[in-house]
């Protein structure tokens, strides 16, 4: 009994004891605080744990204990001495289990942490006996996080936005894992009532979803953060007559890759953009109990190609951003807010960093293995403002990840942000070029994220595929996870590594011509040769997926849509690579088919707005084709 069990997170201390609990059925869960309305949600998820997994009933109760005995379970609030923020613990003797903590959101996560324990021993019993669990080790856990905010990033406008069942189930699971914020990356799908024709074919969140959201995020101790780009990636409203006047540069610019032919980012010196802004908030934040927003304000390359020109030959272009900035920091300090903004602007003008107010707190991103969190966090940290690590889950531009570059970015983040006392940790999920991963593509990247965010240090030996399969998929075959984690590892077999980007996604979207120079004909035959033979070996056993989640069908065909997708890339590389042995018209044909169940897939996690969009990017290939 005291092999170490696979949780997510694993905690911070775990010791066993001799003996075991027999759990059985007639027992209470006992509320033991003055207020028990407050660790009720607590109780019911342990209530519905253990009916729905080990068929005990047990009754929530709040009244004087006539006996311990009767008590199976006692959740407790009280002080424990030289508690942390969010500390539990959690005491399971042969005659009691007990959770304890100071508040409500820690008790959450004491119960969160037993129920990974009731799943965890009910997946052995029923893999060495297949019968259900009728007891658990004896054993106490002490527990607490490094990092106080713990969040998660969606992207809802590149181009996916989730249907409300899709964020619920996000939600419940993302709480288990102890994740307390969550933003939805916004440019233009919120359904603004002023601005009707910026979000009218993109399907938005409306007022009162995003109300519903806020409180069904609350009840599972989460912080739904407005996000509303506010100066870059402006295109989606600026590209309307009706905004294109308050564009920095309406008739393109040049990003440092390529040049960029329409408009990008509000101009600056303009009064009408700060004015639009504070439209924005005035109809965006009533909507959330938080009481901070992230405005973004990432990315402004065009800054000083257009309109703001002269001012930043005058002024100096980190002038001129900081000033609009600082606009913007006062319409969200005058509504009560505290402001986050993205920190890449502030690294490249570094005089800025010491200009801003010191209540601003600044998202600290980078997304590659090697990104310099410890420089950039040491540069935030002297200068007192605070900030928060913000890692990604390297899913975007790779179809399926790309799994070593995820957990080393995620670590070097956790590690550097404990160092630098960064004041929180955002796991952030982008939909660049499409957004052409599936939804369980990212949940790799979301529990290791809320592993290392946790407790870095517990975490170390991680089995990533083995949580996925227990506390992601419910695979007790243990075969999806292994293949989620795999099959985002194949970014490495071609041999040739790009940044923020898989080369088989860059021979999916791109023309021929563009990277069929990169390795000689006959080391790329050879290597996308082996790549396929590495699909269809890792691909093998999804048909031996067995999972207690309702959507199991859908996240197989996700997966063998992933294949699917990897596969075409792979037979697409080799035919622009000159091989004679494949047509342009089976190409057209299969991709026509992955086509058809791309559609289907999408909405049956997300809303039609953004699909028209995502689709224009299968036009590239299929062209190549005819």
Not at 202 to 207: L, V
Request: proline share 5%.
């Amino acid at each position: 009994m005291d092999r170490q069990p696979i949780l997510l997170p694993y905690p911070r201390k775990l010791n066993f004891s001799q003996g075991v609990n027999n759990l059985s059925a007639e027992h209470l869960i006992y509320l033991d605080c003055k207020h028990p309305q407050s660790i009720l949600f607590s109780a019911i998820q342990i209530q519905n744990a253990l009916l729905n997994q080990a068929g005990l009933k047990y009754e929530i109760y709040a009244g004087t204990i006539i006996s311990n005995e009767s008590a199976g379970i006692i959740l407790r609030l009280a002080p424990l001495p030289g508690a942390k923020s969010q500390e539990y613990r959690l005491q399971i003797t042969p005659t009691s289990i007990c959770i304890q903590a100071p508040d409500p959101h820690g008790l959450f996560y004491g119960c969160c942490t037993f129920i990974q324990l009731i799943q965890y021993h009910l997946a052995q019993s029923r893999i060495n006996s297949g019968l259900r669990p009728s007891f658990i080790p004896c054993l106490e856990v002490e527990d607490w996080p490094d990092f106080k905010n713990r969040g998660v990033m969606i992207d809802i406008s590149r181009d996916k936005v989730p249907t409300m069942e899709t964020m619920y189930n996000l939600i419940n699971l993302l709480s288990t894992w102890k994740i307390n914020q969550l933003q939805l990356y916004t440019e233009h799908t919120f359904a603004y009532k002023l601005h009707p024709d910026v979000w009218a074919n993109a399907s938005p969140f409306t007022g009162e979803e995003i109300l519903r959201l806020d409180k069904y995020c609350r009840e599972r101790f989460i912080e739904l953060v407005p996000n509303q780009n506010s100066f870059g990636h402006m295109e989606r409203w600026l590209k309307h007559p009706r905004y294109l006047s308050l564009a920095e540069a309406p008739d393109g610019f040049d990003f440092p890759w390529e040049h960029h032919s329409g408009p990008f980012s509000l101009c600056p010196i303009d009064p009408a953009s700060i004015k639009l802004l504070a439209g924005l908030f005035d109809e965006l934040l009533p909507h959330f109990s938080s009481r901070q927003v992230n405005v973004g304000c990432d990315e402004t390359f065009d800054l000083g190609q257009g309109r703001s020109r002269d001012a930043c030959l005058k002024y100096g272009t980190s002038r001129v951003y900081l000033d609009f900035v600082l606009k913007i920091y006062k319409e969200v300090s005058k509504r009560s807010y505290k402001m986050q903004l993205w920190g890449d602007m502030l690294m490249v003008h570094p005089d800025l960093i010491s200009k801003l107010p010191k209540d601003c707190l600044v998202l600290e991103w980078g997304y590659e293995g090697n990104h310099p969190f410890e420089e950039h966090s040491n540069k935030l940290a002297q200068s007192g403002l605070p900030f928060y690590v913000c890692p990604g889950t390297s899913s975007w531009n790779s179809i399926a990840g790309r799994t070593d570059n995820c957990i080393q970015n995620i670590s070097n983040a956790s590690k550097c942000g404990i160092e630098y006392g960064a004041e929180g940790y955002l796991i952030t999920d982008w939909g660049d070029s499409g957004h052409w991963q599936v939804l369980p593509v990212s949940y790799l990247g979301f529990a290791t994220g809320a592993a290392y965010s946790w407790s870095y240090q517990a975490n170390q030996n991680l089995d990533i595929a083995a949580v996925l399969d227990y506390y992601a998929f419910q695979d007790l075959s243990f075969n999806i996870g292994k293949i989620a984690y795999n099959f985002g590892n194949l970014y490495h077999e071609i041999g040739i590594e790009l940044e923020n980007c898989s080369l088989l996604f860059e021979i999916l979207q791109q023309p021929i011509k563009k990277w069929n120079k990169y390795l000689p004909p006959e080391d790329a035959f050879f290597a996308i040769n082996h790549t396929l033979d590495m699909i269809d070996q890792i691909g093998e056993n999804l048909s031996l997926f067995n999972s207690a989640r309702v959507d199991k069908k859908l996240v197989e065909r996700e997966f063998l849509l992933t294949r699917d997708l990897l596969r075409h890339a792979c037979i697409r590389g080799l035919f622009g690579f000159g091989s004679t042995s494949i047509s342009k018209e089976s190409l057209a044909q299969n991709l026509k088919e992955i086509i058809k169940e791309y559609q289907e897939i999408w909405l049956s996690r997300n809303r039609y707005g953004g699909l028209k969009d995502s689709l224009v990017y299968f036009n590239l290939p299929l062209k190549e084709y005819e």
